[in-house]
């Protein structure tokens, strides 16, 4: 069994060695992640400058290759001139920090898994609510049990599991819920601030506004303490309005 | 009317100001886009360094904002910070070469246009094919004609119109198509050069493998000559495989 796992928090983050150590136990791991932090970078790839490969030691030990680049970038060069064959599954994560609602859109961490699901490989995302999370113990767990779930039962293609895992002991977990992406978003403040040289700056903040009270959604899960699964895909076309479209009469359009 | 515009070629591309130009005949328009080229940032947002707000002037005059961020970064800052009041619309655009299929995933226009549908605002992004087109003038057209459709009929909150443009003058169009999301995609190939230094480097390229043969989808409208409309929305929950896996008895993991 051929594992490749990767992250938005880079190479050295405590969340990727948990994931790595624990998914040992399935099979044979490689671990091929940024080099640098890249949270919040979303489905990002780089064309416009070239990438490098650097081998990447621990403790003096050999853990993977560091890629200065995106997640989905580590997913294209890993797959496509790492590896030597396409891996049985891929992991992303643990991302420190949950990944819930909107912030699907933006996660480096779902990204790499979704850049998987593209190249028609089973892929699972798992992060942990608390940024400050240092026991990943229980995360690792889910991901290694969810994983064989996913080897048995099989994913329809283009689809991905986006995982997200509340910061507490296991003994406090209140269950596991297959959920929908909620709808809860971001009221963006950005900071203004003045530079040592008089001048403006502008600094993104802001809290996520929860308006997700059921528990059929990822957001509302985590919040009342279960483990979070929903079921992620690439189709964007929006069906419910490509349907009421079909009375626009766009082709008019030309006439005007 | 307002009119925000903004795109992911930067603010001194000409697909801009040909937008800019025509969609001021529908009411005032506020440039905010990029100060540099964002293309494939896909809906990356920059939170670990602070954003500028750069007034562009054009021949003298003023043309916009530029903004050293993402374009989502674009549409966050400008209506948070620049813009008074929200806009009536947002475009984005006009792309220096197509946004179908799987590009949807990797698009900085996109998520433009994206980013503004989060924020419960109607918004399109528009694409021209070919990345040496130099006049968007039909293109242009087909945006402000589309803008007042948009007003006048609604969108879903949460949907924003995703427009491909054939590079051919208005005479040669085969016609316009409310299409879906193609499903064609990359052969990602990594050409492997030696650095002046002896190191190794890699560069993304490869080419867009054309599965799509059907009309339905975005890709073959614009191989076919058709202006390509497709509704693209964020929700992406895979509701099939949600259904699916209603009999995976996800509680078990906890047991094991």
Chains 1, 2 share one sequence.
């Not at 986006?162 to 296991?170: E, H, M, R, S, T």
Request: net charge negative; aromatic share 8%; with cysteine.
């Amino acid at each position: 069994m051929k594992i490749l796992i990767s992250n938005d928090d880079g190479i050295d983050s405590p969340g990727i060695a948990a994931l790595a150590k624990e998914m040992k136990k399935l099979g044979e791991v490689t671990v091929i992640a940024p080099r640098t932090e890249q949270s919040a970078v979303g489905h990002a790839i780089t064309m416009k400058i070239p990438l490098r490969i650097t081998e990447y030691y621990k403790n003096g030990d050999f853990f993977g290759y560091a890629i200065d680049g995106t997640p989905a970038d580590c997913l294209k060069i890993g797959i496509r001139n790492i590896l030597k064959t396409r891996p049985d599954i891929v992991l992303s994560g643990i991302n420190n920090g949950s990944n819930t609602a909107i912030n699907i859109i933006y996660s480096g961490t779902v990204s790499a898994a979704r850049e998987a699901a593209i190249m028609d490989l089973p892929a699972i995302s798992v992060s942990q609510t608390s940024h400050d999370a240092r026991d990943f113990s229980y995360a690792a767990e889910i991901a290694l049990k969810l994983s064989k779930q996913v080897l048995e039962n099989g994913l329809s293609k283009g689809t991905l599991l986006n995982v997200n895992v509340p910061n507490l002991p296991k003994e406090k977990i209140a269950g596991i819920l297959l959920t929908q992406q909620g709808k809860s978003k971001w009221d963006d403040v950005y900071e203004e601030r003045i530079d040592p040289y008089g001048k403006k700056y502008y600094w993104l903040t802001g809290n996520l506004i929860e308006t997700d009270n059921d528990l059929i959604t990822d957001q509302h899960a985590i919040k009342k303490n279960y483990v979070s699964i929903t079921p992620v895909h690439f189709d964007l076309t929006d069906y419910k309005m490509y349907n009421e479209m079909k009375a626009w009469e766009l082709e008019n359009l030309m006439k005007l």
